[in-house]
């Protein structure tokens, strides 16, 4: 017998969250031990198809995505055609391998080039009806839909999931990304990728838990009605030895207990009183079980961004250090270059100050020699110290020279 957990609404998505891909699928599985592949996908209509739908957050930095089949089928309890949900939470993928083209089990997807997504899963799948379907048993308005109700006990338990879908719809370019997530465990679900409450356009969603397949009850009403079996009567004098008989028991017990049928009454009473109240636990406790799922995941998702945003804030750290560091190291060296400029400066102007010097007086003993009239001692002098000044001259400048000074009289 199959029964049905809910689970309380999550805040709406994000608004870039982008639906890449919706395309017919066709799922294949295999059974525990078995070698022969089951494969699902003709839904209630035939005509229809099984679609899978991938969402995918982007974000190069915390990818997050959200997987789910979806199986037109026609369920006893909904006044409306409905879809069959199956959902793959990106937590319990253990790795998403893609090839293509592949050749498809059969032709429901027609001659197009096909791709094959094959899931390895932790845990396996959830299955989801709406919430207003009863499921204690779930039935089906239509055989072709029985037929798909027949093989979710199996789909429900197994961790290799194939899906065939068409390649245009999943190029590589779309798939790569996510493939690379969940090979680095580092996919995400999306905010209301987990939110039974928000589905079926906000009736709400119940995951399908199955028991023992030995215990299940038929999935739908096609079992003819058996021949009512005809009663052997006694003969007439049994008749009325019977009717004595049973008339003293029936005396005798209620003067003993009182009146059965009341006590028989309130026992089945009080037994139905313990399973409802039973069933209702089990819903409880599984409602607690998906919250604190839901709240697990959020954790270690937050754990995982405080420690990225704790790595980049070290890093930044690290490298303001390294560039105050720098900074300090140019001020000194501007510093320095400041004073050798000014030490240059000051050397310079020291030594043009005192050539300016020497120049003037040179000037004025040519001008008093000029004066009083040049002789023959006073023009060696004068050779003499003008030889010598533009030697020292060329000398200071680091001129290489070899050169006669000639002074003649006008």
């Given amino acids: 017998m199959s029964q049905a957990t809910t689970a309380s609404p999550e805040p709406d998505e994000p608004a870039n969250l982008h639906v890449t891909s919706a395309a017919p699928a066709i799922i294949e599985w295999k059974h525990d ?18 679609t899978f739908q991938m969402r995918h957050l982007h974000d190069p930095e915390q990818p997050a995505a959200s997987l789910a089949l ?22 319990r993928i253990l790795s998403l391998d893609q090839e293509s083209p592949v050749a498809a089990p059969n032709a429901k997807l027609g001659s197009r080039p096909v791709c094959r997504l094959t899931f390895h899963l932790r845990s ?24 798909v109700l027949d093989l979710l006990p ?26 690379a997530a969940v090979a680095e465990r580092r996919l995400d679900p999306t905010d209301r990728s987990d939110d039974l409450a928000s589905l079926y356009s906000g009736r709400g969603g119940q995951i399908l838990r199955f028991g023992d397949p030995d215990d299940a009850p038929p999935l739908y009403d096609d079992v003819p009605p058996s021949a009512p079996v005809a009663p052997i009567l006694p003969e007439a004098s049994t008749q009325a030895s019977l009717r004595e008989k049973n008339s003293r028991k ?14 028989g009454r309130s026992r089945c009473c009080s037994s139905d009183e313990v399973m409802m109240a039973l069933v209702a636990m089990r819903k409880q406790m599984a409602m607690q079980e998906d919250r604190m799922s839901q709240q697990s995941r959020r954790i270690d998702t937050l754990e995982r961004q405080a420690t990225r945003y704790q790595a980049e804030l070290d890093g930044a750290q690290k490298q303001a250090a390294v560039l105050r560091q720098e900074l300090d190291d140019a001020q000194e060296q501007i510093a320095l270059l400041q004073g050798r400029v000014e030490v240059v400066e000051q050397e310079d102007l020291g030594r043009l100050d005192q050539e300016i010097c020497g120049l003037r007086e040179d000037l004025d003993a040519l001008q008093e020699a000029e004066e009083r009239g040049f002789d023959s001692d006073a023009e060696n002098r004068i050779a003499d110290a ?6 020292s001259e060329m000398l200071d400048s680091g001129v290489a020279y070899n050169a006669t000074v000639t002074f003649s009289r006008p």
Avoid: M, W
């Fill in 386 to 391: 003008v030889t010598e000044r533009v030697t």
């Fill in 70 to 91: 979806h199986i037109p089928a026609k369920l006893k309890g909904s006044t409306r055609d409905t879809q069959i949900l199956v959902l793959i939470p990106p937590a």
């Fill in 250 to 263: 029936r005396s005798r017990r209620d003067r003993d207990s009182g009146d059965p049928t009341e006590e």
């Fill in 154 to 179: 199996s789909l429900a338990r197994v961790t290799r999931l194939v899906l065939y879908v068409p390649a245009n719809a999943f190029p590589k370019h779309k798939l790569e990304p996510i493939c």
């Fill in 124 to 147: 396996p799948v959830d299955i989801v009806v709406p919430a207003e379907v009863p499921v204690a048993p779930l039935r089906a308005h239509k055989a072709a839909t029985g037929q």
């Fill in 33 to 50: 031990g078995d070698d022969a592949a089951t494969v699902l996908s003709d839904p209630d209509p035939r005509s229809h198809h099984v």
